[in-house]
């Protein structure tokens, strides 16, 4: 069974840092790039940032600069840290594999960036 259980989410001021984690079950993790996406209210999910097993990086344009993905092979864990965070940054922030397993969303962590 494929699960994905995020975390770190919380409430953050304009400007502010923050950093979530998601454990992902290893027999997706091992040999998938994997992906932070998040969804804002009454907005599509959207990817924000993705990872291969070898470690290379691609980021929305959006957080190009201020975010930054890594990977734990060893632990199965994603993160995701995020600095000079925005209110437009608030949603919920999920973690999948990229491409996504539409079936497999777990249940976020929800982000908040307000004053």
């Known amino acids: 069974q494929v ?16 950093s979530v984690s998601c454990a992902a079950s290893g027999s997706i993790f091992r040999s998938n790039t994997m992906g932070w996406y998040r969804q804002a209210p009454g907005k599509q999910r959207e990817m924000v940032a ?36 925005k209110p437009t ?10 491409p996504p397993l539409q079936n497999r969303w777990g249940q976020g962590t929800q982000v908040t960036v307000s004053s």
Do not use: H, W
């Open 3 to 18: 699960q994905f259980v995020e975390s770190g989410g919380g409430l953050v001021q304009p400007g502010g840092s923050l």
């Open 50 to 85: 993705s990872i291969t097993n070898t470690r290379s990086t691609k980021y929305a344009d959006s957080v190009k600069g201020r975010f930054t993905i890594s990977r734990d092979n060893a632990k199965n864990l994603v993160y995701l840290q995020m600095n000079s965070l």
């Open 89 to 98: 940054d608030t949603a919920v922030y999920y973690c999948n594999s990229d």
